[in-house]
């Protein structure tokens, strides 16, 4: 029986890879390199801070590896200021788990303060029972504790939990903590591991929300 459903945010809830991946376009087209959005923010998707240092060596020269990365930040942050996207469907899948008395929980890598903040701007914080960021757990993902503490908190088995994941490492972090997992691809489509580590592939949020209603209600 489904007691609780967990929503990764980045991706999944909020369409901010969309933005990181114009802001890399942009910071690379000021310093000569094309089509950086494309060909390497994919690979910096869901890395920690060393695996990201180290995708970062392989494509461009310290030199200007951190003029860069200074102006990718300026960019992005400045363009999630002024907006952060919402996935569609989002609202309906929160109505239908409400309307089903299904508890709601947030798992994701990035930290407390910018999850806060963005959440709440579009209007959906406080429709959640319990929020964990990544500033909170020592591990992140493809490590399965950010979920495993989510089971935890929230006094649920992973039999009767469902994770909804855009990204490889959520969807790993989910299978690695035993618990079915949705994903919603984002940028990078799912290969043969990500459609073995889960139950389903959704095109959208309203896709994922009629599988639970059709096959696990």
């Known amino acids: 029986m489904l007691e609780l459903v967990v929503f ?21 087209d000021k310093y000569g390199i094309q089509n950086m959005g494309s060909t390497l923010f994919p690979k910096l998707i869901g890395k920690s801070g060393r695996d990201e240092k180290e995708v970062l060596d392989r494509y461009l020269s310290q030199d200007i590896q951190e003029l860069v990365i200074k102006e990718w930040e300026r960019i992005g942050y400045g363009m999630l200021e002024k907006e952060v996207p919402v ?22 890598t ?3 303060e910018l999850t806060e903040e963005r959440l709440k701007r579009v ?6 029972d319990y929020v964990l960021c990544g500033d909170e757990v020592i591990n992140r993902k493809p490590d399965p504790e950010i979920y495993l503490s ?9 039999r009767n939990a469902l994770v909804l994941e855009d990204s490889v490492v959520g969807v790993e972090a989910a299978y690695r903590a035993g618990i ?18 889960t139950i389903y592939t959704a095109k959208d949020l309203i ?7 059709e096959n696990i209600l």
């Not at 896709?207 to 209603?213: G, P, Q, T, V």
Request: contains cysteine; hydrophobic residues 40%.
């Open 110 to 112: 990035t930290r407390r």
């Open 123 to 128: 209007g959906v914080y406080d429709r959640f």
């Open 180 to 197: 079915d997992c949705i994903q919603v691809p984002d940028i990078i489509a799912p290969t043969d591991v990500q459609k073995k580590q």
């Open 8 to 28: 990764d945010v980045d991706g999944l809830m909020l369409d901010t890879e969309s933005v990181w991946k114009v802001a890399f376009d942009k910071a690379g």
């Open 150 to 158: 989510v089971l935890k908190k929230m006094d649920t088995d992973a």
């Open 207 to 213: 896709e994922a929300k009629d599988y639970i209603k």
């Open 87 to 108: 996935k569609p469907g989002l609202n309906e899948i929160l109505d239908f788990l409400d309307a089903y008395h299904i508890k709601k929980a947030v798992a994701t």
